[in-house]
């Protein structure tokens, strides 16, 4: 029996231990990477002026006289961000109400693996699929588009990021309680006053941490926009205009 407990013991300390390693491995990772950055960022500033990257509008850094200013980068990324989130969150959130307060159990165990494989697709075809599929019929609707664009690159940023939001935004809804539906029906509401004045607010902050998921998804998405954007480092807010991120 005593050998059987400290058996018992010793594999419950390798256990925790392992769980230990694997919980603490996160953590370093996390650490090394910001450790990287910063001792770059040090190296880089040595050699940069903070104001000038903070203010200057050209990034040029293989020219004979570099520009380092990081301005048209992050505008850029703020027009392509935009553009998507203004497709992704009522998209999203369109589609998590459906198939939370609308949709069959069968047709919702359908649609939402269905919609769950947009975000497996490689974002190298998504950025093909702008340059070559919906540039071109923005072109029909938008005389004188140029072939490179960030309304075309955001747009279907938006498309790759919706199974990001309806997914989470549903999963929150479907957390409310069912009472709270029962509630809202009987003070007479409709299904649809239910799940945009009831459900919604109730779910808010896991709605909230989906649409996060996405602004932080859109902006750190790179090969759609480098594809589909043009990459030219140009300072402007126009959506029809080409530029990088």
Same mark, same amino acid.
């Given at each position: ?32 990477? +910001? ?6 960022? +040090?190296?880089?500033?040595?050699? +940069? ?148 004045? +009831? ?47």
């Amino acid at each position: 029996m005593a050998k059987s407990r400290t058996f018992q013991r010793i594999k419950e300390r390798c256990i925790e231990s392992v769980l230990f390693l694997a919980a603490s491995s996160s953590i370093a990772i996390t650490l090394g990477i +910001v450790g990287v950055l910063l001792l770059e960022s +040090v190296r880089f500033f040595r050699e +940069v002026s903070i104001v000038s990257f903070l203010t200057d509008t050209q990034w040029t850094p293989l020219f004979s006289e570099p520009h380092y200013g990081i301005l048209p980068l992050v505008c850029g990324t703020l027009v392509t961000t935009g553009v998507a989130l203004s497709v992704a969150i009522p998209v999203g959130t369109i589609v998590a109400v459906y198939l939370s307060e609308y949709a069959p159990h069968r047709m919702r165990e359908i649609i939402k693996p269905s919609l769950e494989l947009l975000s497996a697709i490689p974002t190298v075809v998504f950025g093909y699929f702008a340059l070559l599929i919906v540039t071109p019929a923005l072109q029909k609707i938008v005389p004188g588009l140029p072939g490179f664009n960030m309304l075309s690159a955001g747009l279907v940023l938006g498309v790759m990021i919706i199974p990001y939001v309806s997914s989470l935004s549903e999963d929150a809804m479907r957390a409310v309680p069912v009472y709270i539906r029962e509630g809202a029906y009987a003070m007479g509401t409709t299904r649809l006053q239910t799940a945009f004045g +009831v459900v919604v607010p109730s779910a808010f902050s896991g709605i909230a941490a989906a649409y996060v998921l996405g602004v932080s998804r859109a902006i750190g998405e790179t090969m759609i926009v480098a594809i589909a954007a043009g990459m030219q480092h140009t300072l402007t807010f126009n959506p029809l205009q080409p530029a990088a991120t």
